[in-house]
């Protein structure tokens, strides 16, 4: 049911710009974790030679096949998840997680992957929403995982994560990060733009 859903859900600017600026500039060879429906398929920059987009779910991962035609870039679509990748072992340039590292179900798992499958010096980068620094943000993203209703509705989804710690503490080396607000939870959710290298 969720999968059907996100399909429907509309981008709004902000978080258009927010893909923008994930996608800025890339270039080589490189993998998407969680593509989803592929509606990031069309930002990519022409500098991108090769894209693989790993997607877990049957109904998205179709869709993603669909728009991976229209892609301005060549996109391969494959079935997986970001705990375990394709066997691609340290020779890609770039690896895009958009809205996915709250939903895994092992991030540092997730993150050993993604160093394993980039060069030393490849890029990650990341497009997610993260616990709040404090206040009824920060509650209400706490109660709402401890519920565990969240988590069954939103297909795995953690709001109270600490993504930017985990990224660090996986070794990756941030080297840019911007906030964003969007949506609403008790006031806006605190989302993340960033951009970190494989050491």
């Known amino acids: 049911m969720f999968a059907r859903l996100w399909t429907l859900a509309a981008d709004g600017a902000r978080v258009e710009r927010a893909r923008d600026d994930l996608l800025r500039g890339l270039q080589g060879r490189g993998i998407e974790v969680g593509a989803g429906d592929g509606r990031g398929f069309e930002r990519y920059p022409r500098g991108v030679t090769e894209l693989v987009a790993v997607e877990p779910e049957p109904y998205l991962r179709r869709r993603?096949?669909?728009?991976?035609?229209?892609?301005?870039?060549?996109?391969?679509?494959?079935?997986?998840?970001?705990?375990?990748?394709?066997?691609?072992?340290?020779?890609?340039?770039?690896?895009?997680?958009?809205l996915v590292l709250c939903s895994v179900s092992d991030q540092s798992q997730a993150l050993a992957e993604l160093r394993r499958v980039l060069r030393p010096g490849g890029e990650l980068r990341f497009f997610e929403h993260v616990v709040a620094d404090r206040g009824p943000v920060r509650r209400a993203q706490g109660l709402l995982d401890r519920s565990g209703l969240w988590p069954r509705l939103?297909?795995?989804?953690?709001?109270?994560?600490?993504?930017?710690?985990?990224?660090?503490?996986?070794?990756?080396?941030?080297?840019?990060?911007?906030r964003a607000e969007l949506g609403a939870l008790a006031g806006p959710v605190p989302f993340l733009v960033g951009r970190a290298l494989a050491p």
């Open 154 to 178: 939103g297909a795995g989804c953690h709001l109270s994560r600490d993504t930017l710690g985990a990224i660090t503490g996986a070794g990756f080396l941030v080297q840019s990060v911007r």
């Open 64 to 98: 993603a096949e669909l728009a991976a035609i229209r892609a301005p870039v060549p996109v391969t679509v494959v079935a997986g998840t970001a705990e375990r990748l394709p066997p691609v072992d340290g020779d890609l340039d770039f690896a895009v997680a958009s």
